[in-house]
């Protein structure tokens, strides 16, 4: 899978700086399916010069052939061939064969169909394949399998990740995570190789619900990760859905899953650090439609309930070093804003704003500020202790051992407009609800020290139904 993967990637990733990435492989002749618009080669725009940035191309009928190493024979009628600058070099005509000097591969074997500014340094991986009829070689060898890039399933700041068809395995679908050759990125991407490579070993049951890591490469600096296909994330389900928040049955059996994950991590000395909706994905999220008749709309009602954790590029060990600011800003515990440090019971924070969440169809927490942030925490939660206002660094959201905020100014009342306290929040009063709501309460504890265990949260009696 490692070649394939790569030769799949040729030109999909932009180098560091002038270059396209190619192929490191010995391999020969490829054969790519095109499921695309064929029109003439269009080059939109030209080299870039710094890291991480790309070669925006689109093309669309014939093919491009501005590349070294590679000769092609094109069945059809005459057509032109371009440079990276976009400049017209050459025509191919059916039957004759154009020859290139052999070298380093500097542009695209794919069709670039959707590509991201390169001002924003991202990686162009919306692709498919050359047209069918064109057969590029390089030496004298033939791997007879056809790959082929779907699209896109999500995007970052590290990079893309793109659904695959892997062929020559049955038309499995994979994703594939690939990172900008960037040095914080592929340190974060080695990071996560290493985590998911342990997972693995630790998992090799699959008992628990961590994505699994089928493969990796490193293709001239960008870091790409081969991963299962999972559906949706959370968070994109409840977007689709309008945010219909998810019933109580479908909380308790996600955040059952959801904990034994994470709580399998905190065993194995590790912090995940980044857990919020968007890293929650559902297997399959195939739905059935329905009517509400109380709401008046249609809602989706997923088929299954199962679940995967993913995104383990900030996932830290116990003994490494822990930095100041860890977690999206929405899910990030008081200790961390404080600077107070951090161990798993951040974690457990985070996975108590999602619950609420999931509950709500809302995020809890809806700012940007982290004075205000904290300010939210005490309209939700009540006071934040004085002996951990005494203990932070940030003096600034400090005064006289309180919260420095005025709840008269204009932040102040969009917080007590956006915000009330946790038990208001409840849609019902019946003992299921007081049990989640006990159990949110427990995990949005100020106090790290004090708060929940994902161990303790696993046995909280508001999972009992799932024990019978």
Known sequence: MVTKQKDMLCGVLNGCGRRMAGSRSTAGKREWKCTRDRSVAHVAG?????????????????????????????????????????????WTRSGRRRRRKTGTITASRLHIENVVDAAAESVSVHATGVPAQTRFTYGSLFVPFIDEIIGTLGEGAFGKVVECLDHSKSNVRVALKIIKNIERYREAAMSEVDVLERINSLDE????????????????????????????????????NGFMPFSLNQIRC??????????????????????????????????????????????????RLDVKVVDFGN?????????????????RAPE?????????????????????????????????????????????????????LQKTRKRRYVHHDKLDWDEHSSAGRYVRKHCKPLKQYMSSKTPEHELLFDLLQKMMEYDSSKRITLEQAIGHPFFNPLRK
């Open 254 to 303: 996600m955040a059952d899953q959801i904990f034994r994950a994470v709580y399998f991590l905190h065993r194995n000395k590790l912090t995940h650090t980044d857990l919020k909706p968007e890293n929650i994905l559902f297997v399959d999220s195939k739905y059935d439609m329905k009517y509400n008749s109380k709401m008046k709309r249609d809602e989706r009602t997923l088929k």
């Open 315 to 331: 996932a830290t060990y116990d003994h490494e070093h822990h930095t100041s600011v860890v977690s999206t800003r929405h899910y």
């Open 46 to 90: 030209k080299e870039s010069g710094s890291p991480g940035e790309l070669i925006t191309i689109r093309h669309t009928k014939g093919v491009t052939l501005a590349q070294r190493g590679w000769s092609a024979e094109s069945a059809g009628p005459e057509r032109p061939v371009w440079n990276m600058a976009g400049i017209r070099v050459g």
């Open 336 to 388: 961390v804003i404080l600077e107070l440090g951090w161990n798993q019971s951040c974690d457990v924070w985070s996975l108590g704003c999602i619950l609420i969440e999931f509950y709500l169809g809302l995020t809890l927490f809806q700012t940007h500020d982290s004075k205000e942030h904290l300010a939210m925490m005490e309209r939700v939660l009540g006071p934040i202790p004085a002996h951990l």
């Open 205 to 240: 049951d699959k008992r628990f619900a961590c994505v699994r890591m089928l493969d990796w490469f490193d293709h001239h600096g960008h870091i790409c990760i081969v991963f299962e296909l999972l559906g949706l994330s959370t968070y994109d389900f409840l977007k689709e």
